[in-house]
């Protein structure tokens, strides 16, 4: 059964070329014709004999995914709404800053995190994507870049699903997309946000690789984390930032907080107070964050997500508030999948 060459990293072609009896260099060679080149077509790597371009014709194929729909915002952001062969939708989101191209990645078709927040737990998870559908994300949309002489520069593990929830697909989706003969994008060009499943955070401090990790965390006790997120019933916030300052220790890498600022919920000044308390003597810096409504929940308004910021900066808590992007093309995690399915 032929497999999906975006599915590899090169060291697993470079095991496959040593079980062939080919020196492992090989491996390279294809990644430089599939990301370098952008080759889809094994017959067209001249650098490769003639039988062993026929071999990889026999194992492997160049997956693809269907574009269904691009939506464009004011500020350049955009969503594409991908279909995948077994017919499910993934949406993947990319974002044009000062220093470069991001792309936000999808993990999961659906998600068993169940956050009453986020349009992404609407819909349950149906299965995790592979490392190859990951990859073909952020490849698809490289190749519109490169039509205008740009590139993807940032990869942002945050879209539909929970990373942790599919780690080894995700730690192999990141060594694909980090490889220097491959996309080459920078490790701390990449970061991961989890919702807090503290095994995976002892776990991936052990990673070898220098990837940003971002904690959604959203509220800063436990009382109202239970209640609009389930991860808090298995780990609540002492579980949760014991780990967080165990990665700290052992990975010497500051960490990013991020608070999605809800109308009512959790944008008062006690609310405030509670988050300064929680994260001070962490390494780390809060990222406040503009609600993309989805539903019952509403925005903070700018005066009092302004009283919220400068509470943490008088209290010297490392804050920045998140540019907004794409409101206006529903670009919240999940929103444009949910509307093509209703």
Do not use: W
Request: with cysteine; hydrophobic share 40%.
């Amino acid at each position: 059964m032929k497999v999906n060459i975006y599915d590899y990293s090169r060291d697993a072609l470079a095991a496959y070329f040593i079980a062939l009896g080919s020196p492992k260099f090989r491996a390279t060679q294809i990644y430089e014709a599939v990301y370098r080149q952008r080759i889809t077509d094994f017959t067209e790597i001249t650098n490769l004999k003639k039988e062993i371009r026929i071999k990889m014709q026999e194992d492997y194929y160049f997956g693809s995914l269907e574009i269904v729909k691009v939506s464009v915002s004011a500020d350049e952001t955009e969503k594409y709404l991908y279909q995948l062969p077994d017919g499910n939708l993934i949406e993947t989101v990319l974002m044009k800053h000062d220093y470069g191209y991001s792309v936000c990645v999808t993990t999961q078709v659906g998600c068993n995190m169940g956050c009453l927040f986020c349009a992404s737990g609407q819909v349950k998870k149906i299965r995790d994507l592979t490392p190859g559908e990951m990859v073909m994300q952020v490849v698809t949309i490289d190749d519109v870049l490169r039509k205008v002489s740009k590139r993807v520069s940032h990869v942002v593990i945050m879209g539909i699903g929970e990373p942790f929830d599919n780690y080894d697909n995700v730690l192999e989706f990141i060594k694909i997309i980090n490889d220097p003969k491959g996309l080459a994008i920078g490790s701390r060009h990449i970061t991961l946000s989890t919702c807090g499943v503290v095994p995976k955070i002892y776990e991936f401090s052990a990673f070898p690789l220098q990837v940003n990790l971002a904690i959604s965390l959203h509220f800063a006790t436990d009382e109202k984390r239970n209640r609009y997120m389930k991860i808090n019933k298995a780990y609540n916030l002492e579980t949760l930032f014991k780990a967080l300052h165990y990665y700290y220790k052992k990975t010497n890498r500051r960490i990013t907080i991020e608070y999605i600022l809800l109308l009512g919920i959790n944008d008062s000044l006690q609310d405030a107070d509670a988050l300064m308390r929680l994260v001070r003597g962490l390494n780390c810096y809060v990222n406040l964050i503009p609600y993309n409504e989805t539903g019952i929940f509403k925005r903070t308004d700018l005066s009092q997500a302004r009283l919220f910021f400068e509470y943490l900066i008088k209290n010297n808590i490392n804050v920045v508030t998140r540019k907004e992007q794409g409101h206006d093309i529903n670009a919240a995690c999940g929103q444009l999948r949910i509307k093509e399915m209703i």
